[in-house]
């Protein structure tokens, strides 16, 4: 069983970043393909980024790419997320999620993933 915990989120101004970190517990965490995701106010949850267990391979939403990075440090059971150029659309409460062995492409969808954090408020001002 993996624990995950989010920290990191606050205001920001639009143009600004805000790096995310999420701390897992449990021995096999280089085993998990980690996500984050994220759900705007009123609207459905949805996918950020992806890092695959084996560590090489990354996937974003497009709505994040070229602004968001995701990374992972095994030796110490953490993912982050850096976000930089934030928009306001980036406002959402943010979520870590692990999945064990989820492949890339299979990453993409909550459902695959068994275990995840409380979430974290990111809040971009205009």
């Known amino acids: 069983q993996v624990q995950v915990v989010e920290s990191g989120g606050g205001l920001a101004q639009a143009g600004g970043s805000l790096r995310l970190s999420c701390a897992a517990s449990?021995?096999?965490?280089?085993?998990?393909?980690m996500a984050w995701f994220r759900q705007p106010p009123g609207k459905e949850r949805e996918f950020v980024a992806a890092?695959?267990?084996?560590?090489?391979?990354?996937s974003y939403a497009d709505s994040v790419k070229g602004r968001f990075t995701i990374s992972r440090d095994n030796t110490k059971n953490a993912v982050y997320l850096q976000m930089s150029s934030l928009k306001h659309e980036d406002t959402a409460l943010y979520y870590c999620?692990?999945?064990?062995?989820?492949?890339?492409?299979?990453?993409?969808?909550?459902?695959?993933?068994?275990?995840w954090g409380q979430g974290t408020q990111v809040t971009v001002s205009l």
């Open positions: 890092i695959v267990w084996t560590g090489d391979r990354t």
């Open positions: 999620a692990a999945g064990q062995r989820l492949a890339a492409w299979s990453a993409g969808w909550s459902a695959n993933y068994a275990y």
């Open positions: 449990g021995r096999t965490f280089s085993e998990y393909t």
